[in-house]
């Protein structure tokens, strides 16, 4: 069981008595309720507030979007997957890298709503913190890459039955773009499928819009998702949405050179490279 | 103002029937055999209101934070409220859309927060203009309701401005006693009418059902984690709008709907038309004043860009605008939106902490 | 009753939506402008004959089509799409085409992934000069979305029901 609680609060506090800081984006309890949720701390006092252990799942890299931090100075917990989708956003220009003090976890996989371990975190490729300040915990290195035991299953099906069970899927949709909104990479102010923002789609909340949303979403997202499941925690109607996500990156790590999201710095998305001998025998 | 107890609803002459599981059971059968029927049916880990025809594919007793409202019955996600067709002679345009919630219909295992959520919002929908599509699905449908055993985490529905024991919102009432029995009560004539024709046990003329229903709702009321002191809050909230509070309460919120989608008594709409070639169709669907971009003006501005803005409208229209113009609260108390928000933001916690009044939760954390 | 024909449950009481005689399909085709664009045209002036269902969308490069066209053509009238650029190496901006099969193969993949099949999605590499295998790939294409019948899975407002 890991538990850094007393470290980031030592952490949070030296770095707001040192006035590096203006905001410390970590975890606290709530007086009313099991969950731990994001806080974002602004004052030395509040410090004792933080907590960070196996319940910590909620990605905070979601936090350094513009609309929530704006121009501030940041103090960040970012654990394995968190921070690849940091590493992206640095990459991508995002947010600069001055303004930020990481505090890098070496995770030891977070629980689901049951107490067992998360299914992102049983197939998790790579637990400790890629870019970090200062790393909590013992780093065990990168795993081996494992295919989604759903997509499997799902893969090995008849065209017919998951067309079955996807039309399940986009009807239970109602568009709330909840999924987009807790996703970190998902950082576009003019989102092409939020239908308040939107300029080339203003849709209903039908199955078929939800179909073409949630498709585009999950394709301008291939190769850049973490797999942090922000999303699928997000969706009030509980959507499986990582089995658009894992299938993506199944493709992309079967075929174009076993690329992984946010493992390097500097390294874009799967979509913005490309080599002489990717797979073309599809095309005519 | 409309009674928000009915005083009314005297309980020793409310028509109630006693039997038992089994015959609980036999009663919802012989009523999805006869009527249209929605009942919560389990999609992905939760429960939404779906039409049924026997009662295995469904389960009216099903867990309370698990269920969403039966709003998407009365105000669905996208509504069709207008076709038109374009032809050489002209725009033909239609406003009478088939409506697949129009029909005369029965809904089981309704939640009595949502029931009385439906209550609270016809004062809206019969304000300025009668909404008649969803004033025609009120008036076709007859609600069976599953009181709850107990509350679940977020619920505070006891603490509010309305009757939880004696709400007439449902038209009958199926309450499991503490003793073993169920107890079919009629608050309404929709309900005992149905009751008359599907008698589900004795009738208890005696009324002695009366005591065991009352000690159902002590064991009940008394289970509630959470729990406030709503005339100093609603006072409290009326002088709120420059509180700090809501700033740091909201601090952490993503702005993502979810709130406003689930919550039962949440009513914002947008309007969209879809169309291929000549032919379009105009939907009514969600809209949620969380969103950054929903007082976005033709012009640009925009008086709620920043975040605790939002939070602020949502929590002083339920709590203190809509009180004001129709006396009546527009939150309920279910705590939907608190399970669905992926920061569990919650607008209990929100509104104690403006008014000053926050509480510690009756009973530790799990 | 319901039965499966090629690649979706039909419901036997909507016989229109299997196939129904006298049916045509309705393709999609997003072509490159410098390539395929052209390649096409040479089809024309050729006066070689390719089946009329296809409906072409000129872009400026391969690379500049985006998943979104793709399904947002399949969710309203298309029952099949095409999308043609330059060969690898011949892009007129050098590298679009690179770009753009990585996103093609990832789209056809997840596409055959949520139940519609992957030959109502095709790719092909069309050069200015190459009039008669435009016509052929056309051909192809629409032969095979004609064996699939019409597409009304996610169709927007459910059309075809």
Request: glycine share 6%; hydrophobic share 35%; with cysteine.
């Given at each position: 069981?890991?538990?850094?609680?007393?470290?980031?609060?030592?952490?949070?506090?030296?770095?707001?008595?040192?006035?590096?800081?203006?905001?410390?984006?970590?975890?606290?309890?709530?007086?009313?309720?099991?969950?731990?949720?994001?806080?974002?701390?602004?004052?030395?006092?509040?410090?004792?507030?933080?907590?960070?252990?196996?319940?910590?799942?909620?990605?905070?890299?979601?936090?350094?979007?513009?609309?929530?931090?704006?121009?501030?100075?940041?103090?960040?917990?970012?654990?394995?997957?968190?921070?690849?989708?940091?590493?992206?956003?640095?990459?991508?220009?995002?947010?600069?890298?001055?303004?930020?003090?990481?505090?890098?976890?070496?995770?030891?996989?977070?629980?689901?709503?049951?107490?067992?371990?998360?299914?992102?975190?049983?197939?998790?490729?790579?637990?400790?913190?890629?870019?970090?300040?200062?790393?909590?915990?013992?780093?065990?290195?990168?795993?081996?890459?494992?295919?989604?035991?759903?997509?499997?299953?799902?893969?090995?099906?008849?065209?017919?039955?998951?067309?079955?069970?996807?039309?399940?899927?986009?009807?239970?949709?109602?568009?709330?773009?909840?999924?987009?909104?807790?996703?970190?990479?998902?950082?576009?102010?003019?989102?092409?499928?939020?239908?308040?923002?939107?300029?080339?789609?203003?849709?209903?909340?039908?199955?078929?819009?939800?179909?073409?949303?949630?498709?585009?979403?999950?394709?301008?997202?291939?190769?850049?998702?973490?797999?942090?499941?922000?999303?699928?925690?997000?969706?009030?109607?509980?959507?499986?949405?990582?089995?658009?996500?894992?299938?993506?990156?199944?493709?992309?790590?079967?075929?174009?050179?076993?690329?992984?999201?946010?493992?390097?710095?500097?390294?874009?998305?799967?979509?913005?490279?490309?080599?002489?001998?990717?797979?073309?025998?599809?095309?005519? | 103002?409309i009674l928000s107890c009915n005083e009314n609803l005297?309980e020793?002459?409310?028509?109630?029937?006693?039997?038992?599981?089994?015959?609980?059971?036999?009663?919802?059968?012989?009523?999805?055999?006869?009527?249209?029927?929605?009942?919560?049916?389990?999609?992905?880990?939760?429960?939404?209101?779906?039409?049924?025809?026997?009662?295995?594919?469904?389960?009216?007793?099903?867990?309370?934070?698990?269920?969403?409202?039966?709003?998407?019955?009365?105000?669905?996600?996208?509504?069709?409220?207008?076709?038109?067709?374009?032809?050489?002679?002209?725009?033909?345009?239609?406003?009478?859309?088939?409506?697949?919630?129009?029909?005369?219909?029965?809904?089981?295992?309704?939640?009595h927060c949502?029931a009385r959520?439906?209550q609270?919002?016809?004062?809206?929908?019969?304000?300025?203009?009668?909404?008649?599509?969803?004033?025609?699905?009120?008036?076709?449908?007859?609600?069976?309701?599953?009181?709850?055993?107990?509350?679940?985490?977020?619920?505070?529905c006891t603490s509010l401005d309305w009757d939880v024991e004696h709400t007439d919102a449902v038209?009958?009432?199926?309450?499991?006693?503490?003793?073993?029995?169920?107890?079919?009560?009629?608050r309404?004539?929709?309900?005992?009418?149905?009751?008359?024709?599907?008698?589900?046990?004795?009738?208890?003329?005696?009324?002695?059902?009366?005591?065991?229903?009352?000690?159902?709702y002590?064991?009940?009321a008394?289970?509630?984690?959470?729990?406030?002191?709503y005339?100093?809050?609603?006072?409290?909230?009326?002088?709120?709008?420059?509180?700090?509070?809501?700033?740091?309460?909201?601090?952490?919120?993503?702005?993502?709907?979810?709130?406003?989608?689930?919550?039962?008594?949440?009513?914002?709409?947008?309007?969209?038309?879809?169309?291929?070639?000549?032919?379009?169709?105009?939907?009514?669907?969600?809209?949620?004043?969380?969103?950054?971009?929903?007082?976005?003006?033709?012009?640009?501005?925009?008086?709620?860009?920043?975040?605790?803005?939002?939070?602020?409208?949502?929590?002083?229209?339920?709590?203190?605008?809509?009180?004001?113009?129709?006396?009546v609260?527009?939150?309920v108390g279910?705590?939907?939106?608190?399970?669905?928000?992926?920061?569990?933001?919650?607008?209990?916690?929100?509104?104690?902490?403006?008014?000053?009044?926050?509480?510690?939760?009756?009973?530790?954390?799990? | 009753?319901?039965?499966?024909?090629?690649?979706?449950?039909?419901?036997?009481?909507?016989?229109?939506?299997?196939?129904?005689?006298?049916?045509?399909?309705?393709?999609?085709?997003?072509?490159?402008?410098?390539?395929?664009?052209?390649?096409?045209?040479?089809?024309?002036?050729?006066?070689?004959?390719?089946?009329?269902?296809?409906?072409?969308?000129?872009?400026?490069?391969?690379?500049?089509?985006?998943?979104?066209?793709?399904?947002?053509?399949?969710?309203?009238?298309?029952?099949?799409?095409?999308?043609?650029?330059?060969?690898?190496?011949?892009?007129?901006?050098?590298?679009?085409?690179?770009?753009?099969?990585?996103?093609?193969?990832?789209?056809?993949?997840?596409?055959?992934?949520?139940?519609?099949?992957?030959?109502?999605?095709?790719?092909?590499?069309?050069?200015?000069?190459?009039?008669?295998?435009?016509?052929?790939?056309?051909?192809?294409?629409?032969?095979?979305?004609?064996?699939?019948?019409?597409?009304?899975?996610?169709?927007?407002?459910?059309?075809?029901?």
């Open positions: 069981m890991m538990d850094y609680t007393n470290q980031i609060q030592d952490i949070a506090g030296k770095l707001f008595s040192e006035g590096k800081i203006d905001v410390f984006i970590g975890y606290r309890n709530t007086g009313f309720d099991t969950n731990q949720v994001p806080a974002l701390i602004t004052h030395y006092k509040d410090v004792d507030q933080l907590v960070f252990n196996e319940k910590s799942d909620f990605n905070l890299t979601n936090y350094l979007k513009y609309e929530h931090t704006r121009n501030k100075r940041i103090g960040l917990v970012v654990k394995g997957c968190d921070s690849r989708a940091l590493n992206l956003m640095l990459t991508e220009n995002q947010i600069n890298r001055d303004r930020l003090y990481i505090v890098g976890i070496a995770c030891e996989g977070v629980v689901n709503e049951l107490g067992g371990k998360a299914q992102n975190c049983l197939e998790c490729i790579m637990p400790d913190a890629v870019v970090f300040d200062e790393l909590l915990g013992n780093p065990t290195g990168k795993r081996e890459y494992k295919i989604n035991t759903d997509v499997s299953e799902l893969t090995g099906k008849s065209l017919i039955e998951r067309g079955i069970l996807f039309e399940e899927v986009f009807e239970n949709c109602i568009r709330c773009n909840a999924c987009r909104h807790s996703c970190p990479l998902c950082y576009c102010a003019k989102c092409c499928i939020d239908q308040e923002t939107s300029t080339l789609y203003h849709g209903a909340n039908t199955t078929s819009g939800a179909f073409h949303a949630l498709m585009t979403w999950s394709l301008h997202l291939a190769g850049r998702c973490v797999d942090c499941r922000n999303c699928e925690k997000a969706c009030p109607s509980h959507l499986p949405l990582h089995l658009l996500h894992k299938q993506n990156e199944q493709v992309i790590y079967e075929n174009f050179q076993q690329h992984l999201a946010g493992m390097i710095r500097d390294d874009r998305g799967a979509f913005y490279k490309y080599s002489l001998s990717d797979p073309d025998d599809f095309i005519m | 103002m005297n020793m002459n409310l028509i109630t029937y006693i039997t038992d599981p089994a015959g609980l059971q036999k009663f919802y059968e012989a009523v999805i055999s006869t009527h249209a029927t929605f009942a919560p049916v389990e999609t992905f880990g939760k429960f939404d209101y779906k039409p049924v025809t026997s009662l295995s594919e469904c389960d009216p007793g099903s867990p309370v934070p698990l269920t969403r409202s039966m709003k998407p019955l009365f105000f669905p996600k996208s509504a069709k409220i207008m076709k038109y067709v374009t032809t050489s002679e002209g725009t033909a345009v239609s406003d009478t859309v088939d409506d697949p919630l129009a029909g005369k219909r029965v809904i089981l295992g309704v939640k949502d959520a439906l609270v919002l016809d004062h809206v929908y019969k304000w300025d203009y009668l909404d008649t599509d969803y004033e025609k699905r009120r008036e076709n449908t007859l609600l069976v309701s599953v009181r709850c055993d107990e509350a679940a985490r977020h619920c505070f038209d009958v009432a199926v309450i499991k006693g503490l003793d073993g029995k169920v107890y079919i009560q009629a309404s004539e929709k309900g005992t009418l149905l009751l008359e024709q599907h008698p589900p046990g004795e009738d208890d003329t005696s009324g002695s059902s009366a005591e065991e229903i009352r000690k159902q002590a064991s009940f008394g289970s509630f984690r959470l729990s406030m002191d005339k100093t809050v609603s006072a409290k909230m009326k002088n709120s709008f420059d509180s700090p509070a809501f700033e740091e309460a909201s601090s952490n919120c993503i702005s993502c709907n979810t709130c406003a989608f689930v919550c039962p008594t949440c009513h914002c709409f947008k309007i969209s038309d879809e169309k291929i070639r000549d032919e379009g169709v105009r939907y009514k669907s969600y809209d949620s004043c969380n969103n950054v971009y929903f007082t976005l003006m033709a012009g640009g501005h925009n008086p709620r860009l920043v975040k605790y803005r939002r939070w602020r409208q949502r929590a002083m229209h339920k709590f203190s605008y809509y009180k004001e113009r129709f006396g609260n527009l939150c279910c705590g939907k939106c608190t399970v669905s928000c992926p920061v569990n933001i919650s607008i209990f916690e929100m509104v104690n902490q403006v008014a000053d009044t926050i509480v510690t939760a009756s009973q530790s954390c799990e | 009753m319901e039965a499966e024909v090629n690649d979706q449950i039909v419901s036997i009481e909507k016989p229109h939506l299997i196939a129904p005689a006298g049916w045509q399909p309705l393709i999609v085709g997003i072509l490159c402008n410098w390539c395929s664009y052209a390649g096409s045209d040479l089809t024309g002036t050729s006066r070689t004959q390719y089946p009329p269902n296809i409906r072409i969308i000129r872009v400026p490069c391969s690379s500049r089509v985006d998943p979104w066209f793709i399904i947002k053509a399949l969710q309203t009238t298309a029952d099949g799409v095409l999308v043609s650029g330059c060969h690898p190496g011949d892009c007129h901006y050098i590298t679009g085409n690179y770009y753009a099969r990585r996103r093609f193969l990832v789209t056809k993949k997840l596409l055959n992934f949520v139940g519609i099949h992957e030959d109502r999605v095709q790719f092909s590499w069309v050069s200015a000069a190459e009039g008669t295998k435009f016509a052929q790939v056309v051909a192809k294409v629409t032969g095979d979305i004609k064996k699939l019948g019409p597409l009304h899975l996610y169709k927007k407002e459910n059309r075809n029901k």
